[in-house]
C-alpha cells in the first residue's frame, strides 16, 4: 500500500472519525451520518475513497441493508529521530493456513456447540492478546526513546569532528547504515564530485571506509 496515498486518506477528519465509528461495529450509511452530524452524501463520498483503498468492505443483511466494516487489520508506523525519519504501512491478514490453525486452536467443532462458552473464551484471548499488544507497545517506546538518545550523540561527537556542514551531513546518512556513492550523492542531493572528495578527506580523518561497494562509519 502507498504510504503517501494512505496518509492522505487518513488525514482527513470525518474519514478517521468513520474509522473510528466502524470499529465498533459494522453501520450504514444513514447511521453513520447522523452519529457523525454529516451529510449522508459526504459519507458516501468518505466511503468510497475508504472502500476503493481497501480499507472498509461493504455487505447487504438480510433487509437488502447496506453495511459497511473495516476490512482489514493495517498497522501504521512512524519513527522519527534527530536524523530518521520513517513511515511502515503493513497490512495485516489471516491467509487459509493461519485461519485453520485458529480454529483447530480454540476448536471448531467447541465453538460449533457451545456458542456461549465459545465466545467467553475467545474474548478472554482478545484481552490477552491485547495486553501483548501494550507490552510489545511499551517495549517498542522504550527502544525508540533509546535509539534517539544514541542518535542525538552521534550527533553531537559529528558535530565536533566535522569540518564543514557537507562532510556532517554525509556522517549522519552513514550512520543509518552503510550507503553506497551514488545513494550519498542522491541522498544529499550534492554533486558526485563534492561527495568523492568529501569521502576522501573523511576517510583520511580515519571517520570512513569503503568495503565491498560501500562507505560506513569507521
Known amino acids: 500500500?502507498?504510504?503517501?496515498?494512505?496518509?492522505?486518506?487518513?488525514?482527513?477528519?470525518?474519514?478517521?472519525?468513520?474509522?473510528?465509528?466502524?470499529?465498533?461495529?459494522?453501520?450504514?450509511?444513514?447511521?453513520i451520518s447522523e452519529e457523525l452530524k454529516v451529510s449522508p452524501k459526504a459519507i458516501i463520498d468518505h466511503?468510497?475513497?475508504?472502500?476503493?483503498?481497501?480499507?472498509?468492505?461493504?455487505?447487504?443483511?438480510?433487509q437488502g441493508r447496506k453495511?459497511?466494516?473495516?476490512?482489514?487489520?493495517?498497522?501504521?508506523?512512524?519513527?522519527?529521530?534527530?536524523?530518521?525519519?520513517?513511515?511502515?504501512?503493513?497490512?495485516?491478514?489471516?491467509?487459509?493456513?493461519?485461519?485453520?490453525?485458529?480454529?483447530?486452536?480454540?476448536?471448531?467443532?467447541?465453538?460449533?456447540?457451545d456458542l456461549a462458552g465459545s465466545l467467553k473464551y475467545l474474548c478472554e484471548e482478545v484481552r490477552r492478546l491485547n495486553e501483548t499488544s501494550l507490552q510489545l507497545r511499551e517495549t517498542q517506546r522504550s527502544v525508540q526513546a533509546m535509539l534517539s538518545e544514541v542518535t542525538g550523540m552521534c550527533i553531537e561527537i559529528i558535530n565536533e569532528v566535522a569540518s564543514d556542514q557537507i562532510e556532517a551531513e554525509v556522517l549522519y546518512l552513514l550512520v543509518r547504515g552503510p550507503a553506497g556513492f551514488e545513494d550519498?550523492?542522491?541522498?544529499?542531493?550534492i554533486p558526485q564530485t563534492v561527495v568523492r572528495a568529501e569521502l576522501a578527506r573523511l576517510m583520511k580523518k580515519g571517520l570512513v571506509r569503503y568495503k565491498s561497494g560501500l562507505w560506513s562509519i569507521e
Open 1 to 31: 500500500m502507498d504510504m503517501s496515498y494512505l496518509l492522505d486518506i487518513l488525514g482527513n477528519e470525518n474519514r478517521r472519525n468513520i474509522l473510528t465509528l466502524l470499529s465498533y461495529r459494522p453501520c450504514y450509511v444513514t447511521e
Open 184 to 189: 550519498i550523492a542522491e541522498k544529499l542531493h
Open 67 to 113: 453495511y459497511y466494516e473495516i476490512a482489514n487489520n493495517v498497522r501504521i508506523e512512524v519513527a522519527i529521530s534527530p536524523i530518521s525519519f520513517q513511515v511502515e504501512v503493513t497490512r495485516v491478514e489471516t491467509g487459509e493456513a493461519e485461519q485453520k490453525t485458529l480454529r483447530d486452536r480454540f476448536g471448531e467443532s467447541r465453538i460449533s456447540e
Open 47 to 62: 466511503l468510497k475513497i475508504l472502500e476503493e483503498a481497501g480499507l472498509v468492505e461493504s455487505y447487504h443483511d438480510q
